[in-house]
């Protein structure tokens, strides 16, 4: 064995590896893990090799986000786009609605803006921000307020003239803009083909280069992520991010999912990019969002001044974005050609048109290793996870929406029995399914170790557990956040475990998380972080 560069040391080791479950010590040469073990490790140490000595604090892999959106992401870093999302910046109506005021009145004449995050669930008392109230706050300029799920949002009629949107304009595919009584755009906009639509013509004078990219990347290397998904990425942002790849500024490797179109057309070829970047599948929707009761249920909402104030009628059932023919032809479309397909899906009965499409596609065109994806599953049952498992399917989990909406989920939209039981991750793991965890950023920010906690705990901020039962181990969480995340992004044999060959992609965190107190989980730091073994965040 050649002398290391690096050699991690002196605190505790999680490997992720069944096959070197227990370790002391790390080796790393050039981008790669070259020994883990103990003693062994250390004496291959030479006068060039540099010993990092961890204090005490432990090393692991680095954290894998299955399902994210950095180039949506990035946006928050323009000065066109205002965050008002209640778990970061306006944990209450007064705040956001203080904070759209201030900044219109204050920003520079003409200049657009999209205030980013509003969820009047969390920031209870919000007023639904009407075109005709957006018209009378900006006359002079393009006004949006998008709804923190990204589902929704209003434009006021700066906006809707830029996007070029009017009575003749037909809806979408996938999405729908909502009408007058005579057949005009209200500024209501629904679904992302829609969302898109209005956002889009402001966005793109915005995202003209890879520095608020970059800022991005840094961000998720402090949050100890070192690979991720794009789950709705464009055409549009290839030559970005190749700028930021090519220009060095990236921190993360990023594996991206094109939106799917309903013409079935991708620009992409299926052998693309290297082991930093790479487009390995097609994303599309089945449903909406919980919070704007748009998804495809067999059990209504529950009828409370929460869902009035959504604005949903007695007993609401959501429905699917698409017919089940519409799915037949996107998913056909893409996957016989290589594709690996991610579908959103929240509500049961939008599950079970999902599993019967991909059940028939499978059927028609087998392969060995498809890794199909279910992306949030927030009320998908644990029969549901056993068929989806007979498949072969895996599912990436929001178990974030416990923690933030978790009482939300209980008392205001499903009660107990549905509420309670979102996003069954012990039911989907018996099931024999690998899964992994993500925020769904800019949704809830990066933040693995609150996922870690979610999971384990199952409490949500005031302290109520949700379904005890559906509790997983610490061992079964970290996979979900590393190597089984990894798995679904087609990226396990390359990273996701401390385990010689694989890249030296590590995280350094304050405590050994199989040790720390389940209530005390999502406090856990990062104090480094390393790609390919440079180190692109120190605490």
Known sequence: MSTPDLIFTGGPVITVDPDRPVASAVAVTGDRITAVGGEEVLATRGSGTEVVDLRGHCLMPGFVEAHTHPTQDQMLYSDTVIDIRPVTTCPTADEAHATITRTVANAPAGRPLIFYGVDVLLQTGFPEPTREWLDELGPDRPIIVWQNSGHLAWANSAALTLAGLDADTPDPVGGSFERDPHGRPTGKVYEAPAVLAVVAPILAGELTGPQLLARQHADLAARGVTLCSDMAFSDQMRPLTAELYRQGLAKVRMRVYEMSSVDGVTYCPLSNGDDMFRQVGIKLWV????????????????????????????????????????????????????WQMACHVHGDNGVDMILDVYDEVLGQYPRSDHRMRLEHCGAMT?????????????????????????????????????????????????????????????????????????????????GRVLAPEERISIDQALRAQTIDAAYQLFADDITGSLTPGKYADLVVLEHDPRVVPAEDLADVAVLGTYLNGVRTFSG
């Open 287 to 338: 449903d909406g969002s919980p919070w704007i009761g748009n998804i495809d249920i067999s059990f209504p909402y529950l009828n409370t001044p929460a869902t009035a104030a959504l604005g949903l009628g007695h007993d609401h059932r959501g429905h699917s974005n698409y017919t089940e023919e519409q799915l037949f032809s996107i998913v056909r479309a893409y996957y016989p050609l290589g």
């Open 382 to 462: 644990s029969a549901q996870f056993e068929r989806a498992a007979r498949l072969g399917i895996t599912c990436s989990l929001f178990v974030d929406h416990l923690y933030y909406w978790g009482d939300v989920l209980v008392d205001d939209l499903f009660g107990p029995e549905h509420g309670a039981h979102w996003v069954r991750a012990r039911s989907a793991l018996d099931a024999g399914m690998r899964i992994s965890f993500h925020n769904d950023s800019p949704v809830t920010e990066e933040e693995p170790m609150r996922n870690i906690a979610a999971a384990v705990t199952r409490t949500s901020r005031s």
